[in-house]
């Protein structure tokens, strides 16, 4: 019983924090797919994404060494604009490109192992 009381304030403390550690966007809009470099000394970030809420512009971006995401103010970070083919190329050597080739290999793994299935069953 003695516990209760603590495990209580704990719960409640994590909770609360939590809840106001999160941005809240409720006015999304220009949402699209954008490729590019983000960097702020001594880190590089891969984006992702941009969107506006509320008029002020946004990147999705991944850390492409630890996977790790965030969503950031456009401002924050000096973003060079590429192409999907020129960011994957930028961070080849990355544990996030390299996660992406693979999870790409595997389906296209799982595509072809599926028709020769599907073949086969139209065949017997």
């Known amino acids: 019983m ?15 924090s939590s809840a106001f550690g999160q941005a809240n966007y409720t006015h999304i ?23 506006e809420n509320a008029g002020r512009p946004y990147y999705l971006m991944v850390n492409p060494q630890t996977l790790e995401t965030k969503v950031t103010d456009a401002g924050f970070y000096k973003i060079t604009p590429m192409t999907i083919e020129k960011a994957r ?4 050597n990355t544990p996030y490109i390299k996660a992406l080739q693979k999870a790409e290999n595997q389906s296209i793994t799982m595509q072809v192992l599926n028709a020769v299935c599907h073949r086969k069953q139209a065949s017997a």
């Open 2 to 16: 003695r516990f209760i009381k603590p495990l209580i304030i704990f719960l409640i403390t994590i909770t609360a």
């Open 29 to 51: 809009s220009n949402y699209k797919v954008y490729y590019g470099w983000a960097h702020l000394y001594p880190q590089d970030w891969m984006v992702l994404r941009s969107f």
């Open 89 to 92: 190329d930028f961070f080849k």
